[in-house]
C-alpha cells in the first residue's frame, strides 16, 4: 500500500521569508499529488497539485516540486504571510486507485 | 468546484449508541469519500462511498461499524455504530472527479463519552 511521510512535524518561518515543506512517498506507482491546507476548525482545502508526467507547477505564491526519482515531492510558498499559518498536507493518489491517501502533515507557523 | 454541506457539525454521545452523519453536495460529483481525523493528526480514510452500491471500506473498517449510503450523486450517509470513546474523532466527507483536487465539507466533530 502507499504510505506518505513528511519530514517536518511543524515549521516556524519569519513573515515575508519562503517555506519549503518536504514530503517522502513510497508508491512508485502514484501518478498524483495534491498539497491541501487545513486551517484550525475546517476541513483541507486545495492548493495546488502536479501529475507524474511533471516536476514543477507553479501557482499564486506556491510552487510544488516532484522528484519521482526518490519519491519526493516539495511545497514552496514564497513571501510567507500570517495567513499561511495553518497544517499542510500532502496527498497521493493513482488514477487508477481513485483514492487519496493524505500524508502526516507539517504545522506552518508564521512570526510576524 | 464543489460545496460540501455536512451535519452535525459536532455531537456529544453515549457509549453504545449509533451516530448518522450527513454530507450532502451542491453539484453531481463522481466519487465522494469518508475520512476520520484524529485531533492533530492526519486524515485517515475510511471508506469509498459508491451510487447505488456496498461501500468499498480501507484496511481496518468494516462496514457493521461504519455503514455508508449513497443514494445518488450528491448525497451520502456515514453511520458510526455502537460507539465507543475511541470513535471520538473529526468525519470528514470529501467529493471530487476521478484522480482530481477533492472538495471537503467542514467535518463533524464527535466526542463519545
Known amino acids: 500500500g502507499e504510505s506518505v511521510g513528511l519530514h517536518l512535524p511543524t515549521l516556524s518561518v519569519q513573515e515575508g521569508d519562503n517555506s519549503i515543506i518536504n514530503c517522502a512517498y513510497s508508491?512508485?506507482?502514484?501518478?498524483?499529488f495534491i498539497w491541501y491546507k487545513q486551517e484550525s476548525g475546517k476541513g483541507p482545502q486545495f492548493i495546488i497539485d502536479?501529475?507524474?508526467?511533471?516536476d514543477k507547477r507553479q501557482g499564486q505564491r506556491v510552487t510544488v516540486l516532484l522528484n519521482k526519482t526518490v519519491k519526493h515531492l516539495s511545497l514552496q510558498i514564497a513571501a510567507t504571510q500570517p495567513g499561511d499559518s495553518a497544517v499542510y498536507f500532502c496527498?497521493?493518489?493513482?488514477?487508477?486507485?481513485?483514492?487519496?491517501?493524505f500524508g502526516a502533515g507539517t504545522r506552518l507557523f508564521v512570526k510576524a | 468546484s464543489a460545496v460540501i454541506s455536512q451535519k452535525p457539525s459536532r455531537d456529544i454521545c453515549q457509549r453504545g449508541t449509533s451516530l448518522t452523519i450527513q454530507c450532502q453536495v451542491d453539484?453531481?460529483?463522481?466519487?465522494m469519500f469518508w475520512y476520520r481525523q484524529q485531533p492533530g493528526q492526519s486524515l485517515t480514510l475510511i471508506a469509498t462511498?459508491?451510487?447505488?452500491?456496498?461501500?468499498?471500506?480501507e484496511s481496518g473498517f468494516v462496514i457493521d461499524k461504519f455503514p455508508i449510503s449513497r443514494p445518488n450523486l450528491t448525497f451520502s450517509t456515514l453511520t458510526v455504530s455502537n460507539m465507543s470513546p475511541e470513535d471520538s474523532s473529526i468525519y470528514l466527507c470529501?467529493?471530487?472527479?476521478?484522480?482530481?483536487?477533492?472538495?471537503f465539507g467542514e467535518g463533524s466533530r464527535l466526542t463519545v463519552l
Open positions: 496527498a497521493v493518489g493513482n488514477t487508477g486507485g481513485f483514492k487519496t491517501i
Open positions: 502536479i501529475r507524474s508526467n511533471m
Open positions: 508508491n512508485s506507482a502514484s501518478d498524483y
Open positions: 462511498a459508491n451510487q447505488g452500491s456496498e461501500a468499498t471500506y
Open positions: 453539484s453531481q460529483v463522481t466519487m
Open positions: 470529501s467529493a471530487g472527479p476521478v484522480s482530481g483536487e477533492l472538495f
